[in-house]
Each structure stands twice: as structure tokens, then as C-alpha cells.
């Protein structure tokens, strides 16, 4: 799996939107970008995953830069229940294992 | 709804005695997984099945075992606890082809 950066932490204003980044800058063709959440004490969450082109879902979208070494997860109306670790991994394709990188935890404040 | 449920939530056992985790899925996906989560870590890979394949990450230590009797079920076993291995233990599953992972809400393990 390609090895992912994320800035440690972020804050977002309640109702803004939250732009995560992540590089995945040694993404090889196959290998997808996921996007998940954890809060704590729980599983991690799924989010959104894409290929090449950005994807869009009930939760958040994605865009992948067209050279796919970096992404943004966007967040359009951050609430507080949004306050998560946030994890970009770039992998699964034809190998389906995915390894998390640090994450990036988000407080989302009034 | 179709879930990955992982049972019991908390387990306490005992330095070296055996314990076994236990999780089970109605998604019908062909790959489950097994991770370590230790306290303000990100989980970490131990292993995982690819139908009755099983694939061990190279740096999982032997004290860590597992079994997979059929689609549905996947058990942990850790053979002689210790201290260390005190942490969430995350079940996930897939199907193939870049499908993403479904994850259960973990065994939390204490040692004592």
C-alpha cells in the first residue's frame, strides 16, 4: 500500500466546510484512495473512495488531484458529531489489505 | 441490517492465559481482517483471509493466531497474552476488487 500524509490535527467552525488533505504521492495505478472515520471507542467508519475521478456521497466528497498524489475529503457543513480521526489510505485494488497512515483528528467547534 | 458484529465488546483476561475474540459477518464477503488498535494509535494489520487463504502481515508475532471455519465467522485466538497486547481489536470485511472495508465496533482487551 502506498504510504499516505496527513496533517495531525484540524479545526473547522460548526457549518463550514472541512477540507482534509492527504498525499499519496507513490499511488500506484490500481490502488484506490479510501477515506474513513473513527470516534472513539468505535469501529472506523467508511466514508468514500475513489479511483481517478472525484466521487460524491450523502456524507462528503472526494477530489483526487488528476496526477492522483493528493486528495481532499470535503465535509460541506461540518457539525460537531463530525469531531473524528480522519483516515486517508491509498490501497486495496488487487491486493484488498489496507494499512492506515496517522490521520488527521478534526474538531469541529460552535 | 447486514453488520460485522464483534463479540464480546470488553474482554478481561488474565497475563498468558488464552483468550479468543470472536466476529462474524452477514455481508457474505469473501475477505475478513483482523487489526490492532493500541490506545492514540491508528490500527494496525495482523492478518487477514481471503476466503480460506490466510495471510499473515510479517510482523505480527506468533502469539497471535487465528482461524476462519467458515464464510461468516473469524476468530483472534492470542496464545499467551501480555501486557502489551492490551488494545482494540478491530474485524473488518470486504469483497473484492477495491471495495472498501466494513468494520465491526472492536474487542476492547485488557490484561492484567
Known amino acids: 500500500d502506498a504510504k499516505t500524509t496527513q496533517p495531525p490535527s484540524m479545526d473547522c467552525a460548526e457549518g463550514r466546510a472541512a477540507n482534509l488533505p492527504c498525499n499519496h504521492s507513490t499511488i500506484s495505478g490500481n490502488e484506490y484512495v479510501y477515506w474513513y472515520r473513527q470516534i472513539h471507542s468505535q469501529g472506523p467508519q467508511y466514508i468514500i473512495h475513489g479511483l481517478k475521478n472525484n466521487e460524491t456521497n450523502e456524507m462528503a466528497s472526494l477530489i483526487i488531484t488528476e496526477d492522483r498524489k493528493s486528495s481532499t475529503l470535503i465535509l460541506p457543513h461540518a457539525t460537531l458529531r463530525d469531531t473524528a480521526v480522519y483516515y486517508c489510505?491509498?490501497?486495496?485494488?488487487?491486493?484488498?489489505?489496507?494499512?492506515f497512515g496517522t490521520g488527521t483528528r478534526l474538531q469541529v467547534t460552535l | 441490517d447486514a453488520m460485522v458484529i464483534q463479540n464480546p465488546r470488553y474482554q478481561v483476561t488474565q497475563f498468558g492465559k488464552p483468550v479468543t475474540l470472536s466476529c462474524s459477518q452477514t455481508l457474505n464477503h469473501n475477505v475478513m481482517y483482523w487489526y490492532q488498535q493500541k490506545s492514540s494509535q491508528a490500527p494496525k494489520l495482523l492478518f487477514h483471509?481471503?476466503?480460506?487463504?490466510?495471510?499473515n502481515e510479517a510482523d505480527t508475532p506468533d502469539n497471535f493466531q487465528s482461524r476462519r471455519p467458515n464464510t461468516s465467522f473469524c476468530f483472534l485466538d492470542i496464545r499467551s497474552p501480555g501486557l502489551g497486547d492490551a488494545a482494540m481489536y478491530l474485524c473488518a470485511t470486504s469483497s473484492v476488487g477495491g471495495s472498501p472495508l466494513h468494520f465491526g465496533n472492536g474487542t476492547r482487551l485488557t490484561v492484567t
Open positions: 489510505i491509498a490501497g486495496g485494488g488487487t491486493a484488498s489489505k489496507l494499512t
Open positions: 483471509y481471503y476466503d480460506k487463504d490466510f495471510n
